[in-house]
């Protein structure tokens, strides 16, 4: 008998103990991504990179694969991986490598800030108006680091973003347009800065007369009708109207979406529109 209790004080005693310490999980991580760290010195800031490599990069070492860039990768970077390799695995488009370009920062009021920054083209009293240099450390810094250290295909690189991920792409297409060839743009507010992007585009008209792209606008049906919706059916037709050869131009206004919810639905629709196969899994 005493046995018996000195044993069960022992495992009590142990079981207390063990109770006491916090309980450690693994993390669960992204299979076939990586982070990586640049800095820019166009912009005077690091940057934190989130790649996310096709399924077969290991395997088939002699391919180059599409690039794809995007912005936001805190909020969108998850959705994005997980939505084109459920793609990618069902043979609905070829494989991509994703950057994820994103802040060091964790902290929401930082994140918001440096975005608010880096995505718009126009100075104003909120601070804004960064997409200048933003856009240079694209051309000069990270294309030329990513096509370095990655198997990426130098003539096919995209572009995604939303809000005002999706001015700056707007943006990088009115100001650089040859930099990228396919834009996916979510909501892309084109009413900010006092209409200056209906002015960019105007000006593409007059300096170009074709060009490589194709562009794909989402909006969600229950968003602003005067500051999302029309102004970029406006900016569609615009663009549309300059008779550029090559440029490819689709407004997708989906009913029952809002500024958030546009955001999977855009992404898929973006993806099957840029990167289609010619034969889909079951087809």
Same mark, same amino acid.
């Given at each position: 008998?005493?046995?018996?209790?000195?044993?069960? !004080?022992?495992?009590?005693?142990?079981?207390?103990?063990?109770?006491?310490?916090?309980?450690?999980?693994?993390?669960?991580?992204?299979?076939? =991504?990586?982070?990586?760290?640049?800095?820019?010195?166009?912009?005077?800031?690091?940057?934190?990179?989130?790649?996310?490599?096709?399924?077969?990069?290991?395997?088939?070492?002699?391919?180059?694969?599409?690039?794809?860039?995007?912005?936001?990768?805190? !909020?969108?970077?998850?959705?994005?991986?997980?939505?084109?390799?459920?793609?990618?695995?069902?043979?609905?488009?070829?494989?991509?490598?994703?950057?994820?370009?994103?802040?060091? =920062?964790?902290?929401?009021?930082?994140?918001?800030?440096?975005?608010?920054?880096?995505?718009?083209?126009?100075? %104003?009293?909120?601070?804004?108006?960064?997409?200048?240099?933003?856009?240079?450390?694209?051309?000069?810094?990270?294309?030329?680091?990513?096509?370095?250290?990655?198997?990426?295909?130098?003539?096919?690189?995209?572009?995604?973003?939303?809000?005002?991920?999706?001015?700056?792409? %707007?943006?990088?297409?009115?100001?650089?347009?040859?930099?990228?060839?396919?834009?996916?743009?979510?909501?892309?507010?084109?009413?900010?800065?006092?209409?200056?992007?209906?002015?960019?585009?105007?000006?593409?008209?007059?300096?170009?007369?074709?060009?490589?792209?194709? &562009?794909?606008?989402? &909006?969600?049906?229950?968003?602003?009708?005067?500051?999302?919706? !029309?102004?970029?059916?406006?900016?569609?037709?615009?663009?549309?109207?300059?008779?550029?050869?090559?440029?490819?131009?689709? &407004?997708?206004?989906? !009913?029952?979406?809002?500024?958030?919810?546009?955001?999977?639905?855009?992404?898929?629709?973006?993806?099957?529109?840029?990167?289609?196969?010619?034969?889909?899994?079951?087809?």
């Amino acid at each position: 008998m005493r046995q018996f209790i000195l044993v069960t !004080a022992i495992l009590l005693a142990v079981c207390t103990c063990t109770g006491a310490q916090p309980a450690t999980f693994p993390r669960y991580s992204i299979f076939n =991504t990586e982070i990586r760290f640049l800095y820019s010195a166009e912009v005077g800031r690091m940057f934190k990179l989130f790649i996310n490599l096709p399924r077969d990069y290991q395997v088939e070492t002699d391919r180059q694969y599409p690039s794809l860039y995007m912005v936001d990768p805190a !909020a969108h970077f998850g959705m994005m991986t997980d939505i084109q390799r459920l793609l990618e695995d069902g043979k609905d488009i070829e494989p991509i490598l994703t950057v994820g370009v994103g802040y060091e =920062t964790i902290v929401i009021d930082s994140l918001i800030k440096y975005r608010t920054i880096d995505l718009t083209p126009t100075e %104003t009293e909120d601070g804004t108006g960064g997409a200048e240099s933003f856009l240079r450390f694209f051309e000069t810094e990270l294309i030329p680091f990513i096509e370095a250290e990655y198997r990426v295909d130098p003539s096919s690189k995209g572009i995604w973003g939303g809000s005002y991920g999706g001015l700056f792409g %707007t943006y990088a297409l009115l100001t650089k347009p040859d930099l990228f060839d396919r834009y996916m743009l979510n909501s892309p507010v084109p009413g900010y800065g006092d209409g200056v992007m209906f002015r960019l585009v105007e000006a593409l008209g007059r300096r170009r007369d074709s060009l490589d792209a194709k &562009v794909y606008f989402a &909006v969600g049906g229950e968003e602003n009708p005067d500051w999302i919706i !029309a102004p970029t059916q406006k900016l569609a037709g615009q663009l549309t109207a300059t008779g550029i050869d090559g440029l490819e131009v689709e &407004v997708d206004v989906v !009913a029952g979406e809002t500024h958030a919810s546009i955001g999977p639905i855009g992404i898929t629709r973006g993806l099957m529109r840029m990167y289609p196969r010619s034969q889909g899994w079951f087809d």
